[in-house]
């Protein structure tokens, strides 16, 4: 799969986020700006993934339910704007549901099981004998997600690449069933920045390890958070010279502060010696503070009208009940499935 850059000529874009806790500045890096100005030159559709919030949260349901206006009002908050892009809810298009099941007969257990990404989830979250099949099988939901929207291309993260993979080898059977191109395969787009690490600098990012600053963090929040980060075990003294690979300050300072060639006098300095982890610590801060003010207060006021929200969501999932159908009756022709329609 090759990793085109979006060209003029607009194309479909299709991303989403599992809607189960609000989003961080690891989302905000590698994925929103860009979404930003995608939207200025793509038909860009986005994703609320409740359903597949559900697969590893199905007993705490909560979980899921509770964050979908969390995350739709990250979106507005850094600039995701409902006009230019259309942010729908999974669960309320039954189109997904549908084209999950169709697909499920064209997808062998053993090459689910593969997935690598879904292999390295199953085992950090301990499932054994009682994984869900619907966890195993989200592959095959977001295959579905993507194709009904005949989606060319999809900014996600790495991790993702293998969903993209599943979903083409589902789209190539399904044409090869069809015996013409009934279903579009797509690319993914990956973003420049490298996938930021988690404060501790040791594990995945993850809410219940508190090692992430959510975008609607406080200032104390992110203080706290910046005062955590790992830097250079070995840089004991301000004096001594200090490791720039592996240190998550400036690593954070690569992914948001403006002034490259400041940054990179820091790092010979901090390289060199006589530059302590307090005084970086204190440039990220204020570069931090500086950067999720704006997003926090916006967000707090978008989460004071619920019913805008609500009504945001609800246009949006309209339109793509509308986008999305066309596909639903392709694939159920393909299996025959039209014949007997019943209005
Ligand atoms: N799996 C994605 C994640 O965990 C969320 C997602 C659901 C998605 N459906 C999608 C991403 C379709 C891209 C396209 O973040």
Redesign the pocket.
């Known amino acids: 799969m090759t990793n085109k850059q979006p060209t003029e000529q607009p194309e479909i874009i299709?991303?989403?986020?599992?809607a189960t806790g609000s989003l961080h500045l690891g989302h905000y890096a590698g994925s929103l700006k860009q979404r930003v100005n995608l939207q200025e030159i793509h038909e860009q559709t986005i994703?609320v993934?409740d359903m597949?919030g559900l697969t590893d949260n199905a007993n705490n349901p909560s979980k899921v339910s509770s964050n979908i206006l969390n995350v739709v009002a990250d979106y507005l908050a850094v600039g995701i704007d409902p006009i230019k892009t259309t942010i729908c809810l999974?669960s309320q298009l039954p189109v997904l549901a549908e084209l999950t099941m169709y697909y499920s007969n064209l997808v062998s257990i053993s090459r689910l099981e593969r997935n690598p990404t879904v292999k390295s989830e199953i085992q950090s979250k301990g499932f054994q004998r009682s994984l869900p099949a619907g966890f195993l099988t989200?592959p095959i939901?977001?295959a579905a997600?993507?194709t009904a929207f005949n989606?060319t291309l999809?900014p996600?993260g790495d991790d993702?690449l293998p969903?993209l993979e599943q979903t083409n080898e589902i789209v190539r059977k399904i044409n090869t069933l069809a015996g013409k191109s009934v279903l579009y395969e797509c690319r993914p787009l990956l973003s420049h920045a490298s996938r930021l690490p988690s404060t501790d600098g040791k594990n995945k990012m993850s809410k219940t390890l508190g090692n992430t600053i959510n975008l609607s963090a406080s200032e104390k929040e992110i203080r706290a958070a910046v005062k955590s980060m790992y830097t250079d075990p070995s840089h004991l003294q301000i004096e001594d010279p200090g490791n720039i690979e592996g240190n998550v300050v400036f690593t954070y300072l690569d992914a948001f502060y403006p002034d490259a060639s400041y940054l990179a006098d820091l790092k010979k300095h901090y390289q060199r010696g006589g530059l302590g982890d307090g005084a970086i610590k204190k440039i990220l801060e204020e570069c931090l503070q500086e950067m999720l003010r704006p997003i926090r207060e916006k967000r707090e006021e978008y989460l004071r009208d619920k019913a805008q929200l609500i009504e945001i969501l609800s246009q949006g999932t309209k339109a793509s009940r509308v986008k999305t159908e066309k596909v639903l009756f392709d694939v159920k022709d393909i299996f025959g499935l039209n014949i007997f329609k019943i209005e």
Request: hydrophobic fraction near 40%; avoid cysteine.
């Open positions: 299709l991303t989403g986020d599992r994703l993934a597949q999974q989200y939901s977001q997600d993507i989606a999809v996600v993702q969903m």
